[in-house]
């Protein structure tokens, strides 16, 4: 559901950031102040909220999330080590990105096809209606629901699409990768546990024992 609910949102600011001549705005007037619906900010919408449900089964069947603990350690304690550790991490990281890159990209070109298919079969009809419920209390809006008889997409719009999707794909995969491998590192403070520091040792490891997270029981 939080994919769905940031590519909404990511779609809204996206839209709102576009200028008044980009033929973005949810109202248009054609003649005089007879509002019309604006259906390309519609699939635009919808668009994102198809391809964050695609990036959740996605997820959902790489568990993309997972944490490979124990597999990743430094061999000895100590302040040099543990930034040598960080360094190569964060190697790692960038050794990740051209992976990333192409993934971006082929998801977000699926998610066009997809929404080009989708939005106008199974989507737009209802969503038409629905929008037109919502806008005409607000808005001179005609009183029938009538489709427009052109599609909602041009190629314009579909290559703004995949931009758009290209940069939230990249956030979403980044912050998948940097938690699967920045959060698996030794919970150490040169050379010794976090929790040597702490006026009760003892305490915070029963603590972390009886956390419900099994990344924290694990490491204690």
Request: aromatic share 16%.
């Amino acid at each position: 559901m939080s994919y769905i609910f940031s590519g909404w949102l990511f779609s809204q600011v996206y839209l709102w950031s576009y200028s008044a001549d980009s033929s973005l705005d949810w109202i248009t007037y054609y003649s005089g102040d007879r509002a019309r619906l604006n259906e390309r900010p519609l699939f635009f919408t919808y668009h994102f909220i198809i391809f964050g449900a695609t990036q959740a089964l996605i997820h959902l069947v790489n568990d993309n999330d997972r944490l490979s603990l124990g597999v990743a350690k430094p061999r000895d304690g100590g302040k040099t080590q543990d930034g040598k550790y960080a360094a190569s991490q964060f190697k790692r990281f960038m050794d990740e990105i051209p992976v990333m890159l192409i993934s971006a990209g082929t998801l977000s070109l699926a998610a066009v096809v997809l929404s080009i298919f989708i939005y106008p079969l199974f989507l737009r009809g209802l969503v038409w209606r629905s929008a037109m419920v919502f806008l005409r209390p607000f808005y001179n809006l005609p009183k029938t629901n009538i489709l427009p008889s052109s599609l909602p997409f041009n190629w314009w719009l579909l290559v703004q699409c995949f931009f758009a999707s290209f940069l939230l794909s990249v956030l979403w995969l980044a912050g998948n990768i940097a938690f699967s491998i920045f959060l698996v590192r030794e919970p150490l403070k040169n050379g010794k546990p976090l929790t040597s520091e702490s006026k009760d040792p003892n305490g915070s490891l029963l603590n972390g024992l009886k956390s419900k997270k099994l990344s924290i029981r694990v490491r204690i």
